[in-house]
């Protein structure tokens, strides 16, 4: 499973706004922090308000706020908002009779999706967040040590 | 999406709740959790597993249940095993459950984090479990615990009749 770019970003944004939900994030400091444009992300935070994951917050110091339960959310469900999840190489035989290569193939890409997806699917916006604090953590004790 | 919820069933449910070895009036209790989490009852495996693992009294083998107001309201089970697939001695989990009405406060983690350490108490520095990857429940609560997935890669084939 390869994430596009929209949802490596949605990941992002909502793992940015999830570690402070009392936050309201304008998109433009998101934008500046992953280095996309603006307008790229606004369609994207758009997608995430609609599926009430995060709220728009108008006025001065607007933006945009964590709205979910983070321990219910799943990276599965920002990654369903934006992928289109069918098995691809059904799709492309389509009308045609399918080889044997092709079934073959099929059933191994199939493992890796299959186990991409419980991967997924297992880990809570919570989990990931605790992820990234023992990463800050691991950074820095790295760079404590002496050199 | 829901807002997130209140922290206080987690902070009563720890206060009030105790990890202890298995005992055999305990057992009743055990297979009615599983029952009620498999929809399977398990008289004479669960008896077999307290044989096994309830009358260890080491920290090779473990069978412990969390306990709320002298109501059995978890268990847990696990073993540590020696140069098991190559690996070096580690603690496998082999069961873990938790009463339905009593779940998201907490009592897991207080299973979990007991066997953690009586598996530090008999050496081990590493801890495994397997289970089905359509198990969300179950995989998204090990996930919340800081495990991730490890070396070992299960491999299996159906086997003609």
């Given at each position: 499973?390869?994430?596009?770019?929209?949802?490596?970003?949605?990941?992002?944004?909502?793992?940015?706004?999830?570690?402070?939900?009392?936050?309201?994030?304008?998109?433009?400091?998101?934008?500046?922090?992953?280095?996309?444009?603006?307008?790229?992300?606004?369609?994207?935070?758009?997608?995430?308000?609609?599926?009430?994951?995060?709220?728009?917050?108008?006025?001065?110091?607007?933006?945009?706020?964590?709205?979910?339960?983070?321990?219910?959310?799943?990276?599965?469900?920002?990654?369903?908002?934006?992928?289109?999840l069918?098995?691809?190489?059904?799709?492309?035989?389509?009308?045609?009779?399918?080889?044997?290569?092709?079934?073959?193939?099929?059933?191994?890409?199939?493992?890796?999706?299959?186990?991409?997806?419980?991967?997924?699917?297992?880990?809570?916006?919570?989990?990931?967040?605790?992820?990234?604090?023992?990463?800050?953590?691991?950074?820095k004790?790295?760079?404590d040590?002496?050199a | 999406?829901?807002?997130?919820?209140?922290?206080?069933?987690?902070?009563?449910?720890?206060?009030?709740i105790?990890?202890?070895?298995?005992?055999?009036?305990d057992?009743?209790?055990?297979?009615?959790?599983?029952?009620t989490?498999?929809?399977?009852?398990?008289?004479?495996?669960?008896?077999?597993?307290?044989?096994?693992?309830?009358?260890?009294?080491?920290?090779?083998?473990?069978?412990?249940?969390?306990v709320?107001?002298?109501?059995?309201?978890?268990?847990?089970?696990?073993?540590?095993?020696?140069?098991e697939?190559?690996?070096?001695?580690?603690?496998?989990?082999?069961?873990?459950?938790?009463?339905?009405?009593?779940?998201?406060?907490?009592?897991?983690?207080?299973?979990l984090?007991?066997?953690?350490?009586?598996?530090?108490?008999?050496?081990?520095?590493?801890?495994?479990?397997?289970?089905?990857?359509?198990?969300?429940?179950?995989?998204?609560?090990?996930?919340?615990?800081?495990?991730?997935?490890?070396?070992?890669?299960?491999?299996?084939?159906?086997?003609?009749?």
């Amino acid at each position: 499973m390869r994430l596009q770019t929209n949802t490596s970003l949605a990941l992002f944004s909502v793992l940015e706004f999830a570690r402070d939900p009392t936050r309201h994030i304008p998109a433009s400091e998101i934008a500046e922090k992953y280095d996309v444009s603006p307008h790229h992300l606004a369609k994207v935070l758009s997608e995430l308000a609609r599926a009430g994951i995060v709220e728009s917050v108008r006025g001065v110091g607007g933006g945009y706020r964590f709205a979910a339960n983070p321990r219910r959310v799943t990276l599965m469900d920002i990654i369903h908002l934006f992928e289109d999840l069918s098995p691809a190489v059904a799709a492309r035989t389509e009308g045609k009779e399918v080889t044997a290569v092709e079934r073959a193939l099929a059933a191994v890409l199939s493992e890796i999706d299959e186990l991409a997806k419980a991967t997924f699917g297992s880990i809570t916006l919570s989990t990931m967040l605790r992820l990234v604090e023992r990463q800050q953590t691991a950074s820095k004790s790295d760079q404590d040590k002496p050199a | 999406m829901a807002k997130n919820p209140p922290d206080r069933k987690t902070e009563a449910a720890n206060d009030t709740i105790t990890v202890r070895p298995v005992r055999r009036g305990d057992l009743d209790q055990v297979i009615a959790i599983d029952a009620t989490v498999t929809g399977l009852e398990k008289q004479s495996y669960w008896r077999s597993v307290f044989r096994r693992y309830g009358t260890a009294g080491e920290h090779q083998r473990q069978f412990l249940v969390a306990v709320s107001d002298r109501r059995v309201v978890g268990f847990v089970i696990g073993e540590v095993r020696d140069w098991e697939f190559g690996s070096p001695p580690c603690g496998w989990v082999f069961a873990i459950n938790v009463d339905p009405e009593v779940r998201l406060a907490g009592v897991g983690t207080r299973l979990l984090q007991a066997l953690e350490a009586s598996f530090r108490r008999a050496g081990v520095r590493k801890m495994r479990t397997m289970l089905a990857r359509e198990n969300t429940l179950i995989l998204s609560f090990f996930r919340s615990q800081g495990m991730m997935a490890g070396s070992l890669i299960p491999l299996e084939m159906d086997l003609d009749a």
